[in-house]
């Protein structure tokens, strides 16, 4: 498995909410930046992560668990398997039947 880097799109939208909560300074290809625009630690990430869900009262919800709902919900809209494994990173399709099983 392969934790390297990738592209994740996003759409005007989402890149105009980043920017009016003043999240964004320049598109520099990362979303979670410190100082200067270098890219955050995963350790970073993970304990701010732990932190706001921690504010928010969720329980039993991990990080990771943010691309099962992207993944169901891009299912749910009706994205094919194939677009859905490909905004994964997965190589395979069949990675993406466990994570859509619970679909009607």
């Known amino acids: 498995m392969s934790y390297g880097k990738h592209a994740i799109p996003l ?4 890149i105009e909410l980043l920017k009016n909560k003043n ?4 598109m520099t290809g990362y979303v979670f930046t410190q100082h200067g625009n270098k890219q955050l630690s995963k350790r970073e990430v993970q304990r701010q992560f ?3 869900i921690k ?3 969720i329980t039993n919800f991990r990080f990771h668990d943010l691309r099962y709902t992207f993944a169901t919900q891009l299912a749910q809209a009706g994205v094919d398997i194939y677009t859905v494994s490909k ?4 190589r395979f399709c069949q990675n993406n039947r466990k994570i859509c099983s619970p679909l009607p």
């Open 50 to 52: 732990d932190t706001a």
């Open 23 to 26: 999240k964004v300074i320049a």
């Open 87 to 90: 905004l994964l990173c997965h």
């Open 55 to 57: 504010r928010a009262g």
């Open 11 to 14: 759409n005007q939208a989402v």
